[in-house]
């Protein structure tokens, strides 16, 4: 299991992915390393079967999701700026933000934030594209933990009613 997850799937290393292309090639990978597919062979073929499914699910779980896909990118490319405890040095004015963020939902605002936090998922998601479109390992690394901390953030806002 030396593959990167794209080339386990066949797909060029990228940002950009076609989630039902993604889906079909999951489903191929899946349908001749499926543990029930060598139920009837040797314990050893059982544990590289269930290893190799396993590899696969994780794979896909990574590359479907946008942030998980961005990260795997940074770790692939610049690991030291994916490592853990790796510093992010992320603007002012976001920092600003979310303080305001927080001081509009303590006034009871939380309509307008959460119109706000939408707005600013959208834009974040775009500027993570963008820089990982770029290879600007650096800009990704930015552009990813705001990405993380606004869906956070946006998880974290009680729905509308």
Same mark, same amino acid.
């Given at each position: 299991?030396? %593959?990167?997850?794209?080339?386990? #799937? %066949?797909? =060029? ?5 076609? &989630? /039902? ?5 999951? $489903? ?6 499926? @543990?029930? $597919? ?8 059982? $544990?590289?079967?269930? %290893?190799?499914?396993?590899?696969? !699910?994780? +794979? #896909?779980?990574?590359?479907?999701? =946008? ?11 610049? =690991?030291?700026?994916? +490592?853990?405890? /790796?510093?992010? @040095?992320? =603007? @002012? ?11 509009? &939902?303590?006034?009871? !605002?939380?309509?307008?934030? $959460? ?8 834009? /974040?998601?775009?500027?993570?594209? /963008? ?7 650096? !800009? ?5 933990? %705001? ?5 956070? #953030?946006?998880?974290? &806002?009680?729905?509308?009613?």
């Amino acid at each position: 299991m030396k %593959q990167n997850y794209f080339e386990l #799937f %066949q797909l =060029p290393i990228g940002f950009v992915i076609d &989630l /039902a292309d993604l889906t079909a090639r999951h $489903r191929a990978v899946i349908d001749k390393v499926h @543990p029930d $597919r060598f139920a009837a062979k040797s314990a050893v073929e059982q $544990r590289v079967a269930m %290893q190799w499914a396993s590899f696969a !699910n994780q +794979a #896909f779980d990574t590359l479907k999701s =946008p942030a998980s896909r961005a990260q795997y990118l940074l770790q692939l490319h610049a =690991p030291q700026l994916a +490592a853990d405890g /790796a510093r992010v @040095p992320l =603007p @002012p004015q976001f920092l600003m933000q979310q303080m305001e963020w927080r001081e509009a &939902l303590e006034d009871g !605002n939380s309509d307008a934030v $959460r119109d706000e936090v939408n707005a600013a998922q959208t834009s /974040a998601q775009a500027d993570l594209a /963008a820089a990982c479109a770029a290879q600007d390992w650096a !800009n990704v690394q930015v552009a990813l933990a %705001q990405v993380q901390f606004i869906e956070n #953030f946006a998880g974290q &806002l009680e729905p509308r009613v």
